[in-house]
């Protein structure tokens, strides 16, 4: 028997790609009368740049950090509903019960939040075109696939497209 999904931990990067995957999110949010949960992990502040914003600093820098990518991911979850809302004629604010945006390493993040608030499903957008940004991005999406015991969704942006247009 397949475990009913009634909580989708949609974990984005706040690429504009990332909107694609959403629209997925949103899709089986509505058709298994779910919530959506939305995760964008601020990774620490590196090594290398600590040395020039100086440890006093890094607590202040890494706060700015999480604010300011909270205040995206609101802003742009109003601009992508009232797109979805006018194309699909879905509601959008209303499925979406949380938005995390905790400080650490992605993976563990995301393994973490979905464990924690009793996900049922991780969806992860990717765009990965070429060797290098398979590297990048694979790396993320892989530690998911490796380590998660939940289900795990990930959306590639559609064939032939380097961006959402």
């Known amino acids: 028997m397949v475990p009913k999904i009634r909580k989708i931990l949609f974990a984005t990067d706040l690429s504009e790609n990332s909107v694609y995957a959403f629209y997925f999110a949103i899709e089986l949010a509505k058709n298994h009368n779910a919530t ?6 601020v990774e620490p502040v590196s090594p290398h740049a600590r040395i020039f914003i100086g440890t006093e ?15 995206e991911i609101k802003k742009r979850l109003q601009n992508f509903c009232r797109r979805v ?20 390493h992605p993976p563990e993040e995301i393994l973490k939040t979905a464990d924690k608030e009793d996900c049922d ?39 032939g497209k380097s961006k959402l247009d």
Request: net charge neutral; hydrophobic share 45%; glycine share 8%.
């Open 36 to 41: 959506i949960i939305i995760l964008h992990v």
């Open 57 to 71: 600093r890094i607590a202040e820098v890494q706060k700015e950090n999480v604010s300011e990518a909270a205040e």
């Open 85 to 104: 809302e006018g194309e699909m004629g879905a509601p959008c604010v209303e499925l979406v019960s949380k938005t995390l945006v905790p400080l650490g």
């Open 121 to 159: 499903l991780i969806l992860l957008g990717t765009h990965s075109r070429g060797f290098l940004a398979h590297t990048f991005l694979g790396n993320v999406s892989n530690a998911v696939l490796q380590r998660s015991r939940k289900p795990v969704l990930i959306v590639p942006l559609p064939s």
